[in-house]
């Protein structure tokens, strides 16, 4: 049998940020706007009772110190919102095609700013694997 793996590696296209030596206290706050979330395992069903997996990592760029704060304490929900979401996605995936990033990443961010009550959290999708 073979097997089909897509494996799909994403980076944020955002200039690199430096940060001074005098400017520790800078550093510190923007060293706490990347939350990293655990990845992110989904199944993959298919008519032809043939199955699956979808394996994403997904980090937050969060500069609210608020809304930072309240996504690390909203991470299960963000997770379940991120499970459901992209179970919806993947549903019937047919067998060596990958699945619509820009379409993952707007699910994601919809589901991101549901489950945080505002806008304001931007998605940054790590890397995306189909098995």
């Given at each position: 049998?073979?097997?089909?793996?897509f494996?799909?590696?994403?980076?944020?296209?955002?200039?690199?940020?430096?940060?001074?030596?005098?400017d520790?206290?800078e550093?510190?706050?923007?060293?706490?706007?990347?939350?990293?979330?655990?990845?992110?395992?989904?199944?993959?069903?298919?008519?032809?009772?043939?199955?699956?997996?979808?394996?994403?990592?997904?980090?937050?760029?969060?500069?609210?110190?608020?809304?930072?704060?309240?996504?690390?304490?909203?991470?299960?929900r963000?997770?379940?919102?991120?499970?459901?979401a992209?179970?919806?996605?993947?549903?019937?995936?047919?067998?060596?095609?990958?699945?619509?990033?820009?379409?993952?990443?707007?699910?994601?961010?919809?589901?991101?700013?549901k489950?945080?009550?505002r806008p304001?959290?931007k998605?940054?999708?790590g890397a995306?694997?189909v098995n």
């Open positions: 049998l073979f097997r089909s793996c494996v799909f590696a994403c980076t944020s296209l955002s200039p690199r940020v430096t940060i001074a030596a005098e520790k206290e550093g510190d706050k923007y060293m706490k706007r990347l939350l990293e979330m655990k990845s992110l395992t989904v199944n993959v069903f298919r008519s032809n009772y043939r199955s699956g997996k979808l394996e994403v990592i997904v980090n937050l760029d969060i500069p609210n110190p608020e809304l930072f704060e309240r996504a690390e304490m909203s991470q299960p963000l997770r379940a919102a991120y499970v459901q992209l179970t919806g996605l993947v549903f019937d995936l047919p067998e060596r095609q990958p699945p619509d990033l820009r379409q993952i990443v707007l699910e994601l961010q919809k589901a991101t700013d489950v945080l009550g304001g959290a998605v940054l999708l995306v694997v």
